[in-house]
């Protein structure tokens, strides 16, 4: 049996290797090496030393952690009450079928919705308002990036909901403890889990989005996804793209730590 299984995860091995491993230590690779393909460590010198990085670093973790708040104040409530639902699962399909739309032409339909002349000006016409810059802003770019992340957010939450006994609910009714209680004591920490997984599959994505950040920020918003993009396809200079590569690796693992699901005795 244990043969059985070995050969079972050969395939999984393989992929792990092929497209998860490899591809991270090609980047950590190119990362010390120059347009000239030289080794240096200038790339990481002029990172950590350059005010435009830095920048572009705290940029990119303060916008995820908007996208990644926004969407959990909207995905909570939004989760809680599906499972309150007789049709549930119709609710959920319907929450999930935007995902099943090409990133790209949701971005495209939010163009046409805030427009100079899109739908959302015409709809500001019919009260007398003018024609207002709402593409190419913060509140738009906000708008759709937590669009596009909440199912994701939603999913995990609702699962961890879904799953928690109900008869720890009577119990603390019947102990006396009122709605807020309740929740505070007991349906919060118990779908915990489930709020940080959550996190981790909104909050990483977020840290390195490009598209977003040049089709609806109209790159006013710069990242480091942006910035990688840029020296990748633009500047070609890939060791750089690479050492910003490496940084968001290692601050999507620190993320992954820090919203890690603990055990019993608190070990991970």
């Known amino acids: 049996m244990t043969k059985v299984r070995r050969i079972y995860a050969v395939p999984y091995l393989l992929w792990l290797l092929l497209f998860v491993l490899a591809p991270v230590l090609m980047i950590v690779y190119q990362s010390f090496f120059d347009m000239n393909g030289q080794f240096t460590w200038e790339n990481y010198q002029t990172y ?52 099943w739309v090409n990133l790209l032409l949701k971005a495209y339909a939010f163009i046409g919705i805030f427009g100079i002349h899109g739908s959302l000006n015409g709809f500001l016409g019919f009260f007398g308002i003018g024609a207002k810059q709402i593409l190419f802003t913060d509140i738009s770019f906000l708008t759709v990036a937590t669009y596009i992340e909440l199912p994701f957010m939603i999913i995990p939450i609702y699962n961890a909901l879904e799953k928690m006994n109900p008869s720890l609910i009577s119990a603390s009714r019947d102990l006396g403890a009122n709605s807020f209680e309740t929740f505070r004591r007991v349906i919060f920490p118990l779908s915990l889990n489930g709020v940080k997984s959550g996190i981790q599959a909104v909050f990483i994505p977020s840290l390195s989005l490009f598209m977003l950040t040049r089709l609806i920020g109209g790159n006013r918003v710069i990242t480091l996804g942006t910035a990688i993009e840029q020296h990748f396809l633009v500047t070609q200079n890939w060791g750089m793209g690479s050492t910003i590569g490496v940084i968001l690796i290692i601050a999507m693992f620190l993320v992954m730590l820090l919203t890690g699901e603990k055990g019993k005795g608190g070990k991970k």
Request: glycine share 2%; hydrophobic share 55%.
């Open 48 to 99: 950590f030393a350059s005010g435009k990085y830095l920048t572009m670093t705290f940029n990119s973790i303060w916008y995820a952690f908007l996208i990644t708040l926004i969407t959990l104040v909207i995905s909570y409530p939004t989760a809680y009450f599906l499972t309150k639902l007789k049709h549930r699962d119709l609710w959920l399909l319907l929450i999930i079928l935007p995902t």
